[in-house]
């Protein structure tokens, strides 16, 4: 490879990963578990401070699947703040996860070129479902799997040979103990792929360390009901081949976005390789296949409970790909080479720009009802009640946003999670957070702009950036009734009846849509806008 092509290769990298970074400069990230992270990072090191309280209902526990998190994040966030520090560490993932790739493919004698792809990867449903400290064992794993491939072919082994794979083995189980089996399939069946079967008796021995360290932790965890299944928990098999794009790269499967990219990628791939000779380490591309699809029937061992406890299955397919990548070639003539580089770059950063479109589209919608949330008084209690999910992104993220409150100002939220056994900071034995109907405040998410509970339902209305409407006060049983039953009608008032009387927030006979009333706190309404937030102080309304 000329010295020309590998600047290119460089140069494209970089402006790659920098654009993989924009997103994470959005007021708002659209990160599905993010403002829980944010949450445990926070509480984690303020826990009992008078501006955060809490030290009666929780308590630190470290030795949790986040824990490793907690203590990465924890000196960063003395510099940055918490939420800067999060992003950092996002970054971290996605970053980390091509340059970890990149060091993957050389090592395997790949083209480290192929890497340009991983870049977009790590955007992967991990990362969307805000899956952080997954996200970043995920480089942990690569970098296993080049260490067990580079012990494999040393001509002679002794202890200090199998310190790289053992640390790093004890760095993937830090941050997730998912990453563990992961890494370990990795470094039993590359020695195998490379001929040395025997050096797969090395390998498992470099994983002794993590493995003491894993059964300590299942030891010595809650011994209430875990919500996240065992990781090599097999044999009750579903099809999810049609999620597979969605897991590389998106969400969902009805996302165009990610199958769009999957299409692209896999034709410019085979382009590529139809007019290249060059093929590199025949071994490495072999290995490259076996871990491709071990993995890849992996997410079909995976049986569909776990699935539905935080998705083992999806935390897979973007591993499966960069096995993958190993599998195809670039050009090797330095013009074609430029030529492959170029459009394999702009197949990525087209990616990458629609991925930065549609979370930027939800900060623009989310944005003010964080705001919202966050001018809660210090300490608060507030239930979250959410029925749709945004309209960018076919998620619930409005569900965690209580945490955002937490995280600043402590209190108690519904969408905290802090009852549940494997936080590194949860409520304290005996302790639990104030049922639902007694919160302070009640934060409704609606399926337009219009309010779901009007105010005599839900109490004193004192704030709304829709989708969201903040109330002051209990839910009555008329308005529970109505949030399970899908909010406010939009066609004939069925409000009367639960009230027993006229009520002035009924639509007039013959009007397509109902307004909320004028009222004396609130100020006149603003024309053709649907909403009672006119007039609210800066402090208690979003901007909309």
Known sequence: ?????????????????????????????GLLDFPEHLLQLTLARHLGEPRFGGGALYGRHLLSPYGGMVLLGAPLAAVLGEERAL?????????GFALAARRLLGVLGRDRGLSLAAVPLGWSWVAWMGFVPFQLSLPAVLLCAAAAWELALRPAVGIPALLPLAALALLAFGLHPFALPLAGLAAVLLPLAAGRPRRSLWAALALGAAAVAALAWFACRPRTPHPEPLPLFWWTAASRFEWFCAYLNGLGPAELRPRLFAAALLLLLVAT??????????????????LAGALFL?????????????????RLPPLVAVFALGVSRLPRRPGRRAVALGALALVCAADLAGVGAQLAAFSRE???????????????????????TSRHLPQSVYRHFGAYHVARAGGSTSGGFLEMPHQPVRLRPGRALPPPALSEYVLLQAEDDTCPVPPPLAGDLVGAAAPLWL???????????????????????????????????????GSGDWEPPFSPWQGPMTPGVRTAAAGFPDSAVGLL
């Open 1 to 29: 490879m000329r010295l020309g092509t590998l600047a290119l290769e460089r140069l494209l990298l970089a402006l790659l990963l920098a654009l993989a970074a924009a997103p994470l400069f959005l007021p708002t990230l």
């Open 87 to 95: 992003r950092l560490l996002c970054f971290a993932g996605v970053a």
């Open 273 to 290: 390789a139809l007019s290249s000779r060059y093929e590199g380490e025949r071994r490495g591309r072999r290995a490259c296949a076996l």
């Open 298 to 314: 992996a997410m079909f061992a995976v049986p569909q409970q776990a699935l539905d406890a935080w998705g083992l299955p999806g």
């Open 366 to 388: 989310a944005t003010p009802g964080r705001r919202l949330v966050e001018g809660l008084p210090a300490g608060a209690d507030v239930q979250v009640l959410f029925r749709l």
């Open 471 to 509: 109330f002051r006060g209990r839910l009555s049983a008329e308005g529970w009734r109505l949030v399970l039953d899908g909010g406010a009608p939009r066609g004939r008032c069925r409000f009367s009846a639960l009230l027993g009387a006229p009520s002035v927030w009924c639509e007039e006979e």
